[in-house]
Structure formats: C-alpha cells, structure tokens
C-alpha cells in the first residue's frame, strides 16, 4: 500500500473541486433549487419559533442528508447518463432507485419538522 505524504496544496485543490461540483449542483439542478427553497423556509420558521438546540440540530441534519442524496442521486444520473447515453431498462432502475432514495429522506425530513413544528403553529391558536 502507497501512503503518500499529507500535501495541504492538494487538499486544497480538493476543497475547490469540491467547491465546484456544488456551484454546479446549485446552479443548475431544479430540484436542488426546491430543497433549498424548503430549507430556507423551514430555517425562517426556525427562528421565528424559536426552536430548541437539539431541533435545530434535526433540522439542519436533515437538510443536509436531503440535499446531500439529491446530491448523489444527482451525480447517480450524470454517471448513468454517460455509461448508457441510449435507454437501458438496468439503468433506468439504477435512476429511479436513486430517485426513490432522495424522496424517502425527504419524507422523512417532512415528518420530522412536522414533529417539530406542529406544537409550535399549534400554540400560536
């Protein structure tokens, strides 16, 4: 095994291609524009309720696994897209498997504010 010594100019490189890939992942990926949306609203109504410090740590890990599995589901659809640039039943489920994944965790983000914010719309009546 080759273990190369710790390079902080390559680390850094990393950090910009990585800064890179989400420019473009934000840029021009619709249902990124979506979660973002939904992220900006739920951090609103955040401190608008005033939440506690353990629901903002749900929040923002759940904003962070959904836009994280769009992420991956994003780049699952590009790799795909070049391996089979014709219509293949395989990979049209490798997509909707992936597809399918982002919308469980946002689902499950979805009830998790639910939990949290509920209570909270349900004291201001």
Known sequence: MNI????PEKRIRSFNYAG????FF??????????????IVTILAGFFFDINRMEWIAVIF???????AEGFNTAI???????????????????????????????V????????FVPYIFALF
Do not use: M, T
């Not at 897209?81 to 489920?93: F, H, K, L, M």
């Open 77 to 107: 659809e590009y790799l795909c897209n070049v391996v089979s640039p014709e219509w293949d039943e395989a990979i049209g489920r490798v997509k909707d498997v992936a597809a399918g994944s982002v919308l469980i965790c946002a689902v």
């Open 26 to 39: 934000v840029s021009r990926e619709q249902n990124a524009w979506i979660h973002i949306a939904v992220a």
């Open 4 to 7: 190369s010594k710790f390079d």
């Open 109 to 116: 983000a979805g009830i998790i504010g639910l939990i949290i």
């Open 62 to 68: 759940c904003i962070g696994l959904v836009l994280s």
């Open 20 to 23: 890179r890939g989400i420019k």
